[in-house]
């Protein structure tokens, strides 16, 4: 940092110190705190468990000896209750889903950070149809709650996973490997289809690249799997840091490429390098030249939500992996495939309109959209409604500007503030831009989906 940038974040620091030195603090007013927490890195780094055979000092789950998925989950559960250093830090960021859970595990009014961050399954009376959903890169099963109702309320049984390395603190991708991700898609893919009749597969980014990566890996597939749901799923990086962040992690004493407050209950803000090395290797299995040889498609619809503008993954890359899956199979079960793409048609691929449904919403005034800029890459799977990402959320995603102390600032304070992806124009802008949390179209996105489900899914008789 330069001094200046020292100089007040050490000025807002002593100021911060004093105003939350005083009272309980919890996953809302410490969002005030970020200046210390990002000198402290108080958050940063997970909790040191002893490695004991029992249940209480669970460190990691063992994906080799589970017997159910009830098991996985009470597992997982544990092992973010032993590690995350705020577990236990009340949190009243109060989602549908979260009351749903609260219920069936007789949890308290208020949530705690663990019990929102945990991966759940919210259970039909019954195995017709269930739907996993596998979360992004430095997010948690959190990021599935709006669309979860969603499911749910479509009759679905909604189970979701946690990859290993989240839900604890950043700390946890210093080391972890992109097998271990592949080890645990592996076990909640093979679970749910041992349990029920018809499955759906949802990935949210990196979940969506776990999701491709199983499948590809099979010479056949089960036919319970009716369809795909995609949302900004991951191909290739945006930015050359992810393949030369291999290179980089192999540098002693090199470990982050960001240093952040790491305020976000529901999602990692500090970034290891070794994080950037590991989803770059899991993309080459999928889109990388060596994999295209190896790979096998199968004749499975997919729904593919996408931004023109988003900055994590090269959106461009995803398309053509769609274009590729979408015409490696038969073209009358293929047709039923949707891509919902937030940008300019003309960018679009020529041929994709040709062999799957693609839909381009327009913004008209009245609604949300008019407000963003553009939808960023983690914005698709929240509703504006949302109590932590949404339209009255008090979180404000600043991260970009980590290293320029001034507009960091502004961005988390500012009354006036532009929403939408961190372009290279969009960071121009004279007021400081907050990275889009939500998804302005997401009504429109349900709709869509409805008219997929039922394109796609079998009649399941009484």
């Known amino acids: 940092m330069h001094n200046a940038n020292k100089y007040m974040f050490l000025l807002l620091w002593l100021v911060s110190t004093l105003s939350f030195a005083q009272g309980q603090q919890d996953c809302l007013t410490i969002q005030g705190d970020y200046v210390s927490l990002i000198e402290s890195g108080k958050y940063r780094f997970s909790n040191e468990v002893v490695k004991e055979p029992s249940a209480k000092s669970l460190a990691a789950v063992n994906f080799k000896n589970l017997s159910s998925y ?23 960021i109060v989602t549908d889903t ?14 705690t950070i663990s019990q929102l961050v945990a991966p759940y399954e919210l259970a039909q009376a019954n195995n017709d149809k269930a739907i996993l959903l596998i979360h992004g890169l430095t997010d948690s099963p959190f990021s599935f ?12 049984t909604v189970r979701t996973l946690l990859l290993p390395g989240h839900a604890m603190a950043p700390s946890e991708l210093l080391d972890v490997e992109y ?23 949802g990935g949210l980014s990196t979940g969506g690249a ?63 390098y070794n994080a950037g090395a590991q989803v770059h290797a899991l993309m080459s299995l999928v889109v990388g030249d060596e994999a295209l040889a190896s790979r096998q498609m199968h004749e499975i619809p997919i729904f593919v939500v996408a931004s023109e503008h988003d900055q994590t993954i090269d959106t ?98 500012n009354e006036q503030v532009v929403k939408g992806e961190v372009t290279e124009m969009n960071l121009t802008n004279k007021l400081p831009i907050q990275r889009l949390t939500y998804n ?11 008219t997929f489900l039922m394109a796609t899914q079998l009649a399941v008789s009484n």
Request: glycine content about 2%.
């Open 210 to 272: 776990l999701i491709f990566n199983y499948l590809m890996d099979q010479p056949s597939v089960d036919e319970k799997i009716k369809g795909l749901f995609m949302w900004s799923p991951a191909s290739k990086a945006k930015s050359d840091l992810a393949w030369l962040a291999q290179y980089i992690d192999a540098i002693p004493f090199v470990d982050w490429i960001d240093l952040d407050a790491d305020i976000d209950f529901a999602k990692y803000e500090s970034f290891p």
């Open 98 to 111: 979260y009351q749903q859970l609260a219920k069936q595990n007789k949890w308290s009014k208020t949530p």
């Open 145 to 156: 709650h709006d669309l979860s109702q969603y499911f749910y309320q479509q009759g679905f």
């Open 440 to 450: 302005p179209y997401y009504q429109e996105m349900l709709d869509e989906m409805t």
């Open 179 to 201: 097998s271990e991700w592949q080890q645990a898609a592996k076990f909640a893919i093979e679970q749910t289809l041992n349990d029920y009749q018809q499955v759906y597969l």
């Open 316 to 413: 461009e890359h995803t398309l053509k992996l769609v274009q590729e899956w979408q015409l490696a199979s038969p073209q009358e079960q293929m047709k039923k495939s949707v891509l919902i793409y937030y940008g300019d048609n003309n960018k679009l691929p020529k041929k994709l309109a040709d062999v799957m449904a693609v839909i381009v919403p327009e913004c008209s005034p009245e609604n949300l959209c008019s407000d963003v800029l553009d939808v960023a890459h983690i914005a698709t799977t929240n509703s504006p409604d949302n109590p932590h990402y949404g339209v009255k959320g008090q979180y404000r995603n600043c991260g970009h500007y980590v290293k320029d102390a001034t507009r960091y600032i502004a961005c988390k304070q």
């Open 70 to 92: 009830q098991q996985y989950l009470t597992d997982a559960y544990q092992v973010i209750s032993n590690k995350n250093p705020r577990a236990n830090m009340p949190c009243p």
